[in-house]
């Protein structure tokens, strides 16, 4: 089945610095990567996705990269605000079984005023 | 107003006694699927739905089970409770292609087995 690593499992950053992370996963069939935000308290959801015939996609201060070749994908988050802390997870839906789906365990990020 | 709606939100209980946490959603979505989140341990997807009359096991399905008989609607029992399934759990829903779209949470349930 999938298997999907995510790091670092926390990460505080100053208001207006850059924040990164990143999910590697294992099955090759793999071909949607989305993001979830979870804030405290709140239920997940979903802030960017990406495709595998796609290498970049960004919305506003949230942009996604995809490495198909080295089977990793990256949050990346500029121009921090403190209302961007919170729990940020990967997914991986396995390639060959669409129904099962992946998630990393988690980014606690907290972006300090 | 779309969405997917879990009850109930809150419940303690007792190893042993049978409880169903129900789901439904709005949005005519075929994918359904419920998840266990625990501290460090992100989102387990427990089991899933691709429609009616057709459910399979995700990587936690042990102790649950789950039934689709109509489409908007996507139960999670526990027939026998233990105190290892005291967790926060989410379902979720998509329109087609399974995991292969956004998911849409409901605001999760927490259940204590005591």
């Known amino acids: 089945g999938e298997n999907v690593e995510q790091h670092p499992s926390t990460l505080s950053v100053q208001e207006g610095d850059s924040a990164v992370i990143k999910c590697t996963y294992s099955d090759s069939a793999s071909n949607y990567f989305p993001w979830y935000k979870q804030e405290l308290g709140k239920r997940p959801q979903l802030i960017i996705d990406?495709?595998?015939?796609?290498g970049e996609k960004k919305d506003q201060r949230i942009a996604v990269t995809l490495n198909k070749t080295a089977k990793h994908f990256s949050l990346h988050i500029t121009e921090t605000q403190p209302e961007d802390s919170a729990v940020y997870f990967c997914?991986?839906?396995?390639?060959?079984?669409?129904?099962?789906?992946?998630f990393g365990d988690g980014t606690t990020l907290t972006v300090k005023p | 107003e779309a969405q997917v709606t879990q009850n109930p939100r809150y419940l303690i209980t007792v190893t042993g006694k049978k409880l169903t946490v129900t789901c439904s959603q709005n949005m005519n979505h075929e994918y359904m699927s419920w998840y266990r989140q625990d501290p460090g341990l992100g989102l387990r997807q427990i089991y899933y739905?691709?429609?009616?009359?057709?459910?399979d096991k995700g990587d936690v399905p042990e102790g649950y089970k789950v039934s689709r008989k109509e489409k908007r609607n996507f139960p999670l029992i526990l027939e026998s409770p233990s105190p290892n399934q005291t967790s926060l759990y989410f379902c979720a829903s998509s329109l087609l292609g399974g995991s292969n779209q956004p998911q849409h949470f409901g605001d999760g349930t927490r259940l204590s087995i005591l």
């Open positions: 997914a991986a839906p396995q390639g060959t079984n669409a129904g099962k789906s992946t």
């Open positions: 739905s691709m429609n009616v009359e057709v459910t």
């Open positions: 990406i495709r595998s015939n796609v």
